[in-house]
């Protein structure tokens, strides 16, 4: 999942001092014990903080001054019913800005989908479609990409049209082309214009999108019973669409033991929380995630690993036909 891929942005390496300096801007007075780095994340740039007398550690997320603006407004909506971090105080300094956020216990969802027993791999998935089904209650008027105030500022619509387009820009007229072999990208087209009328109607209910939700950004209880979702992370790329944006990408990696129940224990959590799906939902889930992995080939700098890795997900994709 996602294994030695590049990073979009590189990592801000902070000093000591420029740590202590963040701290003294929400904590005059206190001392920062110890910090550490912490992976995972290929857009931002995130700590580990040990703060004196605290008994749990704060996570430091540093990100452009948008970015950290939006969050903000998006984690203060989400906390109160969602397993979302609490963000603490942020302060505005252009790439810089910076945010004090709640420490959630937790393995990352992916450690439990490749080495987690069979029936914690279930209970893990029926949490995780559970709460994507709460996400959803977070409604909008239309679909479409959010301002810092968490309203639609662009409107952006997914139908067979809309879809076809975005295939045609990142393939033909994008960088994706740069990056596959002309017979996969006349593949990938080809599958597009073919199966491109599921898409008829499913964005009629447009809802919160978290855009980034797969193992790498939901964390699960460790050792306790059941195995359940403790924090979801990374909202950055959220917006306001279909479910089957979610749904796809959660089911995009099939490459571990349990995934046949995981996917079914997923869309069990997922029904359980009163969300009717298509009966073509997995072909729909798949099409969308189309758009995502062709979007993350539409740059200069590709990446080996992650164009490697993206190459795979396209065929596996190119080959789903029931």
């Given at each position: 999942m996602k294994?030695?891929?590049?990073?979009?942005r590189?990592?801000?390496?902070?000093?000591m001092?420029?740590?202590e300096?963040?701290?003294?801007?929400f904590?005059?007075?206190k001392k920062?014990?110890?910090?550490?780095?912490?992976?995972?994340?290929?857009?931002?740039?995130?700590?580990?903080?040990?703060?004196?007398?605290?008994?749990d550690p704060?996570?430091?997320?540093?990100s452009?001054?948008?970015?950290?603006?939006?969050e903000?407004?998006l984690?203060?909506?989400?906390?109160?019913?969602?397993?979302?971090?609490?963000?603490y105080?942020?302060e505005s300094?252009?790439?810089?800005?910076?945010?004090?956020?709640?420490?959630?216990?937790?393995s990352?969802?992916?450690?439990?989908?490749?080495?987690g027993?069979?029936?914690?791999?279930?209970?893990a998935?029926?949490s995780?479609g559970?709460?994507l089904?709460?996400?959803r209650?977070h409604?909008f008027?239309?679909s479409?990409?959010?301002?810092?105030n968490?309203?639609v500022?662009?409107?952006v619509?997914?139908?067979?049209?809309?879809?076809?387009?975005?295939?045609?820009e990142?393939?033909?007229?994008?960088?994706t082309?740069?990056?596959i072999?002309k017979?996969?990208?006349a593949?990938v087209?080809?599958?597009?214009?073919?199966?491109?009328?599921?898409?008829?109607d499913?964005?009629?209910?447009?809802?919160l999108?978290?855009?980034d939700?797969?193992?790498?950004?939901?964390l699960?209880?460790?050792?306790n019973e059941?195995?359940?979702?403790?924090?979801?992370?990374?909202?950055?790329?959220?917006?306001?669409?279909p479910v089957?944006?979610d749904?796809?990408n959660?089911?995009r990696?099939e490459?571990?033991?349990?995934?046949?129940?995981?996917?079914?224990a997923?869309?069990?959590?997922?029904?359980?929380?009163?969300?009717k799906l298509h009966?073509?939902?997995?072909?729909?889930?798949?099409?969308v995630d189309?758009?995502?992995l062709c979007?993350?080939?539409?740059?200069?700098?590709?990446g080996?690993?992650?164009?490697?890795d993206?190459?795979q997900l396209?065929?596996?994709?190119l080959?789903?036909?029931k």
């Open positions: 294994e030695n891929w590049e990073r979009s590189p990592v801000q390496l902070l000093e001092q420029e740590l300096w963040m701290l003294q801007s904590m005059p007075g920062l014990e110890a910090f550490y780095l912490l992976g995972g994340g290929y857009s931002n740039t995130n700590y580990k903080l040990q703060v004196e007398t605290l008994g704060l996570v430091l997320r540093v452009s001054e948008k970015l950290c603006k939006f903000n407004s984690h203060s909506r989400l906390q109160q019913n969602l397993p979302v971090p609490e963000i105080f942020s300094h252009g790439d810089r800005s910076f945010s004090f956020m709640e420490w959630r216990t937790g990352q969802l992916k450690e439990v989908m490749y080495q027993e069979r029936n914690a791999v279930k209970q998935a029926f995780v559970y709460w089904s709460q996400i209650k409604t008027t239309e479409g990409f959010l301002n810092e968490l309203d500022c662009e409107p619509k997914i139908t067979p049209d809309t879809f076809l387009a975005f295939m045609e990142f393939l033909i007229k994008g960088k082309g740069l990056w072999e017979e996969m990208t593949a087209w080809d599958y597009a214009r073919k199966n491109k009328h599921f898409l008829k499913i964005d009629v209910e447009p809802a999108v978290h855009s939700y797969n193992g790498l950004n939901i699960a209880s460790k050792n059941p195995c359940e979702v403790t924090a979801i992370i990374d909202w950055e790329f959220a917006f306001a669409g089957y944006v749904i796809g959660m089911l990696y490459n571990f033991r349990y995934y046949a129940d995981f996917e079914l997923f869309i069990e959590g997922l029904e359980f929380g009163g969300i009966k073509e939902w997995k072909r729909i889930a798949k099409l189309l758009i995502a979007s993350l080939l539409n740059n200069q700098h590709g080996e690993n992650r164009i490697k993206i190459k396209i065929s596996q994709t080959k789903y036909e």
